[in-house]
């Protein structure tokens, strides 16, 4: 299994694959010549946001030469025929979106479980980057959550990766939640014996799990024990195990 986890797979505010980092490049040598996709959604009970986010990202890979024999969506009108979804798929994309509702939703339908064995190529797009890690960090992101005290900020995720990741970094570093300062004021806090890794858009994570290979791509940072650390630049590969 190869798996890449990003904050966003496209350049922004278009709909074109982001080459940096090697990204489309690797996508295409790990990918057979035509495909069969499965997008797996964020909200499965929002299926026409679905739909058009799955319309959008197979436009994109389309319009990088990418041929499909398939780009199924999966979410809460097909969610029995997971485990025969996955089996069939060379591509699951994993949708951005509220990393709990998408957590909540891929353990409803057993996705860790149907995955034992996958053998394709996952992309994973900021939620579901984040919920490929056996331990998953989600900070406060909709009004109200960062004040309520019974919001939990850790979920058990896919189990594909140790590593604890905060996409989108160069927004999130201003960002504010309930009139906190996202970073700062909850993020740093929390890193208290943790480690998280935060990502620009066009940096990911690299895992291949045959070889037991697991690398960050592009610019990137540590957060731990309350600081912000550099730990490497856009074009830089900093192995991780």
Do not use: W
């Amino acid at each position: 299994m190869k798996c890449f986890l990003t904050g966003n797979f496209t350049i922004a505010n278009t709909n074109e694959l982001n080459p940096e980092n090697g990204l489309a490049e690797r996508l295409r040598a790990a990918l057979p010549a035509e495909c069969a996709a499965v997008y797996v959604c964020s909200a499965p009970d929002d299926p026409s946001r679905t739909d058009r986010y799955a319309r959008l990202a197979k436009k994109s890979f389309e319009a990088a030469g990418f041929v499909f024999r398939g780009f199924t969506v999966l979410d809460r009108r097909n969610q029995a025929d997971t485990a025969a979804l996955v089996r069939q798929a060379d591509l699951l994309v994993f949708a951005g979106g509220h990393v709990p509702t998408q957590n909540r939703f891929f353990r409803e339908i057993g996705l860790r479980q149907a995955l034992a064995g996958f053998q394709g190529v996952i992309l994973g797009v900021s939620a579901g980057s984040m919920n490929c890690s056996g331990l998953v960090y989600a900070p406060p992101e909709l009004k109200g959550e960062a004040l309520d005290p019974a919001y939990p900020k850790y979920y058990e995720g896919l189990g594909l990766t140790d590593t604890m990741l905060i996409p989108h970094y160069q927004i999130l570093k201003t960002d504010v939640v309930d009139g906190l300062r996202l970073m700062e004021d909850i993020v740093y806090p929390d890193s208290a014996g943790k480690t998280f890794y935060a990502i620009v858009d066009g940096s990911y994570l690299y895992l291949d799990t045959d070889a037991r290979r697991q690398e960050i791509c592009g610019e990137a940072f540590v957060i731990e024990n309350g600081a912000l650390t550099p730990l490497s630049a856009a074009g830089g590969v900093v192995p991780l195990t």
